[in-house]
């Protein structure tokens, strides 16, 4: 029989060579006369290993990596398909490595395990559970189930999931609609691109049970235009549920319909909101909407709609498989269940790491992360993505939790990390913020659309010692406009990393000791 080898396939290890690395295994294997099976397997998220090949061994998957071509002819050399091999590059058993045996993995239970194309793989490893539970139960049964498991939405403004769908079950309408945010653009952030990648069968169930659970029959998936594999993974996987009758009419002969299908985006940050996403698909261009009235009572093309990230969507097959209370209990607070966490920035052991809610940012960076990866002192942290504040070292042991980041004026958001050494300027990232505003922002409100670019204005002229208290003062000023006054959150959390930046690295906005004086003084 012959031996597996498993061979990354996601967008990280593809750019790190594991196509070739692929291909020269079964070059050098047919050499040899040697029986190796090759799969292309999703990614763990260990990515400081990638590429990360793993051999099916008798007891578990044994992993080499690092891996580049030149070390394949080392490998073979060992008998790298024996398994327990003397290499540099050997790791032992993949399951016990530390920064995978320390987490609690619910979502990405099959990241890396399975290949993501394979309906029976996804079976075999406890795929397709939840829906014939969630066929058999009445809707309302179904949102009852989700709103005790606690879970909230992972997109970043963190609204109880259950409590929007029961919006949605809630309103008439001859039509109801599932959308999946699936426009994943927070730097630092990958989770949902490893999900549509690895594990494509997780979302569409996760969309069948919301569309049963609401009585919506269609569900777009709105997927980021950079994310070419995703659509390609997500368009076959949508098209093997269609042939084994998991989507479209009279599901598992149940009676009941879901369609889904794949819409790509308009490349802007501003369509990760929601309403202007809705505007998007629906072909107009993403412009924010006022609220109320809320999608969920007149979304897409005036329906009632739910708006869900990828990882909302994701957690359901576990919820309606084991049950509202096995997700429940874990976490701290109000924060239930799991969040899969993104290292990146100047971080040693970048990657995913999902844990429950509840241990502090500190032991996520260190424990996980390891540390800088040029190894000088760790200064700044953003979570969150480009809206969220930088946190300094006093903030570190906060917490991962919704409310505890809240109460410091931080937000988990969409779960990306990025970590600063202290080579940083914090002033060029606080302008970087109000820049990056000036660029995505859509125009339809002014505290956002003026607001972001005398930003920038006033910080180049606090940064050139213009006039610094008078500036610093007006700097704080336009951030509450921009708070109070903007129509969504692209201008309502600019601000954010700004004030933080002043507030905890204020010295970086000037050159001389008396301009730094008067800024903390000011903020």
Not at 325 to 342: C, E, H, I, N
Not at 390 to 418: C, I, M, N, R
Not at 439 to 444: H, I, Q, T
């Amino acid at each position: 029989m012959a031996t597996r080898i498993y061979v990354p396939s996601d967008t990280t290890a593809k750019a790190l060579g594991a196509d070739r690395l692929a291909q020269r295994i079964a070059a050098l294997a047919a050499r040899q006369g040697l029986e190796l099976e090759i799969v292309r397997n999703g990614t763990r998220g260990l990515y400081w290993l990638e590429p990360l090949l793993e051999v099916d061994t008798a007891q578990g998957r044994v992993g080499f990596g690092p891996v580049e071509e030149q070390d394949l002819e080392s490998l073979f050399d060992a008998e790298f398909w024996q398994g327990d091999v003397t290499h540099p590059l050997a790791l032992g058993l993949v399951e016990e490595i530390p920064y995978l045996r320390r987490q609690q993995r619910f979502t990405f239970a099959r990241a890396g395990i399975t290949d993501p194309l394979s309906l029976d793989d996804y079976r075999a490893h406890g795929g397709y559970r939840g829906l014939p539970n969630a066929l058999a139960m009445a809707a309302q049964q179904i949102v009852d189930e989700v709103r005790e498991s606690g879970l909230r939405g992972r997109g970043g403004a963190a609204f109880p999931t259950g409590i929007k769908w029961q919006t949605v079950l809630d309103a008439p309408a001859d039509q109801k609609y599932i959308v999946c945010n699936a426009d994943e653009g927070d730097s630092g952030t990958f989770a949902d691109r490893l999900v549509m990648e690895c594990d494509p069968f997780m979302l569409i169930e996760g969309m069948t049970i919301a569309g049963l659970a609401v009585g919506a029959t269609q569900g777009y998936i709105y997927l980021r235009s950079e994310y070419p594999l995703a659509q390609k993974n997500l368009n076959a996987a949508i098209a093997t549920a269609y042939a084994n009758n998991l989507l479209g009419d009279d599901i598992q002969g149940s009676g009941k319909r879901f369609d889904l299908e794949v819409r790509m985006g308009a490349g802007a940050y501003i369509c990760g909101e929601e309403t202007s996403l809705l505007e998007s698909l629906e072909g107009k261009r993403g412009l924010v909407r006022a609220k109320p009235p809320l999608p969920a009572i007149v979304g897409l093309f005036g329906k009632p709609t739910v708006v869900n990230n990828v990882l909302s969507l994701a957690a359901v097959p576990f919820i309606l498989d084991r049950g509202a209370k096995a997700y429940a209990d874990v976490g701290m607070g109000r924060s239930r269940g799991t969040l899969p966490f993104q290292l990146a920035g100047n971080v040693k052991q970048g990657g995913l790491v999902e844990l429950a809610f509840g241990p502090s940012l500190r032991e996520l960076m260190f424990d996980f992360g390891g540390g800088t990866r040029n190894g000088r002192p760790l200064r700044a942290v953003q979570v969150g993505g480009p809206l969220g504040a930088y946190l300094p070292e006093s903030q570190w042991d906060t917490p991962l939790d919704y409310e505890a980041f809240a109460k410091v004026g931080a937000v988990l958001g969409h779960g990306g990390v990025v970590m600063f050494d202290d080579t940083v300027d914090m002033g060029e990232q606080a302008r970087f913020s109000m820049e990056f505003c000036v660029a995505e922002s859509c125009g339809k409100c002014t505290p956002c659309r003026i607001g972001s670019t005398r930003g920038v204005e006033v910080i180049d002229r606090i940064r050139a010692g213009e006039n610094v208290e008078a500036n610093l003062e007006l700097l704080s000023d336009l951030c509450e406009t921009m708070v109070d006054g903007s129509l969504c959150a692209m201008g309502g959390m600019t601000p954010f990393p700004v004030q933080s930046a002043m507030t905890h690295f204020g010295e970086d906005f000037v050159k001389n000791t008396s301009n730094a004086q008067a800024l903390a003084q000011e903020v």
